[in-house]
T-cell receptor, first 112, second 113 residues
Framework: KQEVTQIPAALSVPEGENLVLNCSFT??????LQWFRQDPGKGLTSLLL?????REQTSGRLNASLDKSSGRSTLYIAASQPGDSATYLC???????????FGTGTRLTVIP | DGGITQSPKYLFRKEGQNVTLSCEQN?????MYWYRQDPGQGLRLIYY???????QKGDIAEGYSVSREKKESFPLTVTSAQKNPTAFYLC????????????FGQGTRLTVV
């Protein structure tokens, strides 16, 4: 069964730093990978969706990369801001499973 | 305003009661889903529906039931058979299946009292 891991579980950085969040998955037969943001007590906000045929996607200060063969994705956040503080979740769509498999998230705190 | 609306935001259930969580979307999406989120665990799929009047069990369907009578609505009933219902419930939708971008509601926190 697909397993998705996000390390570290928590991360604190000073404002203005560039940072990388990691996501790894055990089965490379994925259709796509999606990054979400979740604020405390709230739902998930979709940030970026990368198809399996793509290497990266960019939206503003966010850049997500995908290396399907090694089972890894990274989310790069440039010039972090206190408003970026949230939990970031990655999820993979498993080909044939009709399910999104989620990691447990990285809780990011950006210190002013 | 397009999006997914879940209600209520907070819900309290007594032992032995059934409760229904509402999920409505105006995105004209065919597919809708219910997930459960527990602390320290990834989201787990309860039920999904790809078209009206059709739905399928997910990984943890026991103790839950759903209906899909309208494209816009996918209510979830937590029955008394669900032994550990306290959790955060999230509804999502996508244009087709989960191979397309998923959009989530703001969640309902259910607590058993």
């Amino acid at each position: 069964k697909q397993e998705v891991t996000q390390i570290p579980a928590a991360l604190s950085v000073p404002e203005g730093e560039n940072l990388v969040l990691n996501c790894s998955f055990t089965d490379s037969a994925i259709y796509n990978l999606q990054w979400f943001r979740q604020d405390p007590g709230k739902g998930l906000t979709s940030l970026l969706l990368i198809q399996s045929s793509q290497r990266e996607q960019t939206s503003g200060r966010l850049n997500a990369s995908l290396d399907k063969s090694s089972g890894r994705s990274t989310l790069y956040i440039a010039a972090s801001q206190p408003g970026d503080s949230a939990t970031y979740l990655c999820a993979v769509y498993q080909t044939g499973a009709n399910n999104l498999f989620f990691g447990t998230g990285t809780r990011l705190t950006v210190i002013p | 305003d397009g999006g997914i609306t879940q209600s209520p935001k907070y819900l309290f259930r007594k032992e032995g009661q059934n409760v229904t969580l509402s999920c409505e979307q105006n995105l004209n999406h065919d597919a809708m889903y219910w997930y459960r989120q527990d602390p320290g665990q990834g989201l787990r799929l309860i039920y999904y529906s790809q078209i009206v009047n059709d739905f399928q069990k997910g990984d943890i369907a026991e103790g839950y039931s759903v209906s899909r009578e309208k494209k816009e609505s996918f209510p979830l009933t937590v029955t008394s058979a669900q032994k550990n219902p306290t959790a955060f419930y999230l509804c999502a939708s996508s244009i087709e299946g989960l191979n397309t971008e998923a959009f989530f509601g703001q969640g309902t926190r259910l607590t058993v009292v």
